[in-house]
C-alpha cells in the first residue's frame, strides 16, 4: 500500500483529477454541443477498462499475453449473437460473457500456463488468432464483414443503446477495476502474483502454487476483458472479428507498457495518452500511423516505466528538495540560536 506522503504527489493527484475530469465529460460536452466527445472519451473508457484487465496479468503476473483480443472479441459476439436472434436482454448478454469467457480463459490459460516465455506469447496468439478466423467463417453471423447490432442490452430501466447510459457504465465499471486492483495490489493474491513474476521458484518453495495464482489472474483478466467487450459493442452498435485480431492485443500492450506495468492507473493513463494522440494526430494527417509508431517507441524509451514511473520520479524529487529544505530550516534555527547565545 502507497504511504500518506506518496499518495499526496503527482502519482496519486493526477490519476485522480483525470477520473474527476472523465466523470465530467458528458456534462461538458453537452455545454459545448459536441456530442461526439462523449463518443470518444466513452471509447477510451473501455480500452482503459480492458487495459487493466491484461495488466492483471501482464503487470501483476508477467504473463505477456498476445491472446486478450480473443476475448475481447468474444465479449462483443456475446452481445451482437443474441442480438441477432432478437433478445436484447442485458442480464443475458452478461451471463453469456462472464460464463463463456471465464471457461475460455480457463482453458486458454491452462494450456497456455504450461509453457513460458516466448512459447506463452505465442500460443496466447495462436488461440487468438483461431478465434479471429472461426467468427471470420461464421457467414451466417456477417463473417468477415461483421453484423450490425439493432437490439442493445437493455437492463430493465436503463439500456446500453444510450449513450450517456453507456458513458457512466463504462466509467463506473473501471472505477471498481481501478478498485480491485488497488486492493489487488497489497493483498497476499497480488503478492504472490508480482512474487512469481520476479522468481517463480523461490515462490513455489515457500509453499504457494504459482500456476493456480497466475490461472486465476488470467481467468479474471479474461473476464474483466470481455466486459469492455461488451460495452464496446454497445458503443460501436457493431462488432467484427477484427476486434479479435492480434493488432488489437497488441494495442492493448502498448496501453499497458506506456501508463506503466504493474501499476494501479498505469493503464488508465496510458489507453487515454494512446487514444488521445492518435485521434489528434488523425485529424491532422491521413498517414497518422508513421509519425504514431516512432513516437510511441521514443516515449517507451524516454520512460521505461511508463507515465506512472515518471510521476513517481517527480514526486521522488520532491520528497528530497522538501527533506533538504526542511534540514536546511532546522540547521539555520539551529545556528541563530547558537548566535543568540
Avoid at 453537452?30 to 477498462?49: C, G
Avoid at 491472446?67 to 442480438?83: E, Q
Avoid at 488461440?127 to 456477417?142: D, E, I, P, T
Avoid at 468477415?144 to 463506473?172: E, H, N, R, V
Amino acid at each position: 500500500m502507497m504511504s500518506t506522503s506518496r499518495t499526496r504527489g503527482f502519482s496519486f493527484w493526477v490519476p485522480f483529477l483525470l477520473l474527476v475530469l472523465l466523470a465530467c465529460v458528458p456534462v461538458l460536452a453537452e455545454w459545448a454541443d459536441q456530442a461526439f466527445f462523449i463518443t470518444l472519451f466513452a471509447r477510451m473508457l473501455v480500452y482503459a477498462l480492458a487495459a487493466v484487465a491484461l495488466n492483471l496479468a501482464l503487470g501483476y503476473g508477467g504473463l505477456v499475453s498476445f491472446g486478450h483480443a480473443l476475448f475481447f472479441g468474444v465479449g462483443s459476439y456475446c452481445v451482437a449473437i443474441p442480438a441477432f436472434h432478437g433478445i436484447d436482454a442485458g442480464w443475458l448478454h452478461l451471463l453469456a460473457c462472464v460464463l463463456v469467457c471465464g471457461v475460455l480463459g480457463a482453458v486458454t490459460g491452462f494450456i497456455s500456463l504450461r509453457t513460458s516465455g516466448i512459447a506463452f506469447i505465442m500460443i496466447t496468439l495462436a488461440f487468438a488468432q483461431m478465434g479471429y478466423f472461426v467468427f471470420v467463417s461464421l457467414k451466417h453471423y456477417g463473417g468477415d464483414d461483421g453484423m450490425t447490432i439493432t437490439a442493445p442490452s437493455q437492463f430493465g430501466w436503463f439500456s446500453l443503446g444510450d449513450l450517456k447510459t453507456l458513458y457512466y457504465t463504462a466509467f463506473a465499471l473501471l472505477c471498481v477495476a481501478l478498485l480491485a486492483m488497488w486492493r489487488i495490489h497489497g493483498a497476499p493474491f497480488g503478492m504472490v502474483l508480482r512474487g512469481a513474476r520476479q522468481n517463480p521458484r523461490r515462490i513455489n518453495a515457500l509453499g504457494f502454487a504459482t500456476r493456480q495464482y497466475q490461472l486465476a489472474a488470467y481467468v479474471i483478466s479474461a473476464v474483466v476483458c470481455a466486459l469492455a467487450g461488451m460495452l464496446f459493442a454497445n458503443l460501436n452498435a457493431f462488432a467484427s472479428p477484427s476486434s479479435l485480431a492480434w493488432s488489437m492485443s497488441g494495442d492493448l500492450i502498448v496501453m499497458v507498457v506506456l501508463g506503466g506495468m504493474g501499476t494501479v492507473a498505469g493503464p488508465l493513463l496510458g489507453a487515454i495518452s494512446f487514444l488521445g494522440v492518435e485521434e489528434i494526430l488523425k485529424s491532422y494527417t491521413d498517414h497518422w500511423a508513421v509519425v504514431f509508431g516512432p513516437m510511441i517507441v521514443l516515449i517507451a524509451l524516454a520512460g521505461r516505466a511508463g507515465i506512472m514511473g515518471v510521476l513517481s520520479k517527480l514526486d521522488e524529487r520532491l520528497a528530497l528538495r522538501k527533506r533538504g529544505t526542511g534540514h536546511a530550516t532546522r540547521l539555520a534555527a539551529n545556528l541563530a540560536g547558537e548566535e543568540s547565545r
